[in-house]
C-alpha cells in the first residue's frame, strides 16, 4: 500500500462489504459499534502511551495552540471513554475506522489504514474472555473469505509468574518483566545479576538518606515526593546487599527465552525446563493449553500456532496473552490481526481500580489484500 | 553563481574559531554584507561563495542539500539527521566548540545515578503518577535514540526552546537532555549528569552535505579548499568516495 493510499470505487466496495461482514460477526456476539472522532487531544495518548506510539502518532497545533493527534489507535480513546462514562462491565464494544501512523523510516508503509476490532472490558473470568476474543479473530478472518492463516502467540504473563518465582529483590524482579520482550537485553540484566550491576552504593539507612536529601535542599524534587525518593533509595541499597542469581536458574530463564516453535511442543519443552528449575508454573500453563484448546475447537490445525516466549507486541500496553494472525500477500508475510490481554490500559486511562480487558484489532486492507494474492 | 557554498557560523565563539582556524591555513576570508544577507569570500579562491548563518540552519542547509559544506555542532547534525549515511560526510572534526549532549536528572534525586535508575523511575513514576515522566530537551531526535539504547519507554518528549536546564526546577520537566561544557549550568541548577548518561561528545564539524549539486566546479574547488585547509590529510579523496 502506498503511504498516502487513494480508494477507488471496487477498493471502497470491498472494504465496505468486509466491513459490514465483520461488524455483523461483533454484533451477533453482543458487541455494540461504537466511534471515537478521528482528532483527538494529544495527552491522552502522549501522557498514557510510552514514546513509541508517540514517535508514530501524528501530533498537531489547533488554532489556540492546544495540541492534537489523529488517532494512532482505536483502543486507547474508547477505553477512555468507558473511563468518563464509567460504563457498566462486562463491557462489549467494536469498531471500525482509520487510524493514522507515522511511519519513520518506511515510507512505503501507509500513513493510514482501517482497523475493525472489539474491546472486551471488565470480564472477570479471564479464560472466558480470552476463548471469546481469539475465538472472534478466528472467525473475522473466516467471515472475510481468509481460510489460510497462522498464529503466534505468547504470554507476558507466563514470564512475569516465572519471575516472581525468583529470589530476587523487587526492583530487579521489576525490570526483567518490563523488558521480558526484548532480545538482548534480559540476557544481559541476567548477567549484571551474576555480576553486580555497578551503581554506586548508597547508604543503607533511612536516616543516613534523609541526610543526604536535606544536604541537597536547593536542588528541584522534579515531580517526585522526598518519600518516593527515600524508599527507592532503601530498596536500592537493599538489593545492593543481595544482588545474586542462582546460575542454574539464570540458565533456565535464558533457554525459556529461546522456546519457540509449534504450540505444544513449545509447552512440553517449557513444563520440562521449569521441572528441572524446580519453578511451578501450572496455572499459566493450564491457561496456555486451554487457549490451544480453543483454537484447536475451532479447526485451526495446530501445526500452524506458533508458540514464542520472548513475544510482546510493539505496542507498549499489553499485559499478558498475546496473539497475531498473519497470511501472505503478493509480496510475503503479514499480519492481518492481532490482540490481547492489557489489564493496567483502564487504571492508567483514570478507572478507579483495575479494571480486566482484553482485544483484537483487524487489519482489513491487508485481510483483502492476503484475500487476492491467495485467489480466494 | 559561485561553484562551491560553504556555511560558517555566523556569530559567537564558534565564529570566532572559524576565522582562527582559517586564518592558520592562510586563508584571509572578506567579509561583505551583501543584499541577501552575509556574505563573504576567500581571497584567491573566487569560486567559493562563503555563507554565514547560525549554526542550526548550517545543519538543516546542509541536510536539505542547500550548501556543499558548511560548519556546525556535531550535536546538531546528528539531531537534524539521525542516519548520516547517505546525507551527510564528516570530513573533519576540528577541535574547538566542544560540548557534550547529557542526560541530567536533579541531584535530589539521590538514589538515581545510571540509566538502568532512570528506566526503574520512569517505570515506577508512571504508575504512582498516572503519567508518564517528562524530558525537556532540544534534542527529540538524539534522547529517542538514545533512550531506545537505554530500554527505555515511559517517557515522554517535552520540546524545549531554550533554559532547558531550568526545567525542572520550573515544573516543565522531570528530567532534561541538555549540551553541557563544564557542567557548571547543570550543577548551579541541582542537576547531576548520569554516570552513563553522556549521548554524544560533540564539537564542531566540518561536513559535506551528499544531496547537495555537486558539479564539476563544486568539486574542484571542495578539493583546492580542502588542500589548503588540511594539506597533511587526504581529506578530499575521503569525501569525493560517498560523493554521488
New interface residues.
Partial sequence: MPAFPYYNAPAIDALNSQAVALLKLFASRGYVREEPAVLQPAEIFLDRSGEEIRRRTFTLMDPSGRELCLRPDLTIPICRQAVLDNRSVPARIAYNGLVFRHQPGEPHRPTQFFQAGVELLGLENRAAGETEILSLAVESLRVCGLADFSLRIGDLALFGALVDALALPAQWRSRLKRHFWRAGYVESLLYWLGHGDGAAKLPGTRAEIEALLDARGDAPQAGRTREEIILRALDRAAEAANLRLDAKVADAIARLLDISGPAAESLANIRALLKTAGINLDPQLAAMEARLATLKALGVDPARVQFTAHFGRNMEYYTGFVFELWARDKEGPVQVAGGGRYDTMMEMLGAKSAVSAIGCAIRTERVLAAKSAGGA | MAGLTLAIPSKGRLKDNCNAWFAAAGLAMEQTVGARGYRASFAGFAEIEVMLLSAGEIASSLLAGDIHLGITGEDLLREEAP?LTGRMHLIKPLGFGFADVVVA???????V??M??L???C????Q???????VATKYAQLT?GF??QA?I?????VPSAGATEGA??A?TA??IVDITTTGATLRD???KIL?DGVILKSQAQLAASLTADWSAEARTACEALLKKLDPANPLYSALSAHLP
Fill in positions: 542516519e536528572v536533579s541531584s535530589y534525586w539521590v538514589d545515578s545510571t538502568a535508575d528506566d526503574d523511575v517505570a515506577a513514576y508512571a504512582t503518577h498516572r503519567r508518564r515522566l517528562r529517542r533512550f531506545a530500554r519507554s515511559d517517557y515522554r518528549i525542572p526546577a515544573g522531570e528530567v541548577n541541582g542537576l554516570d
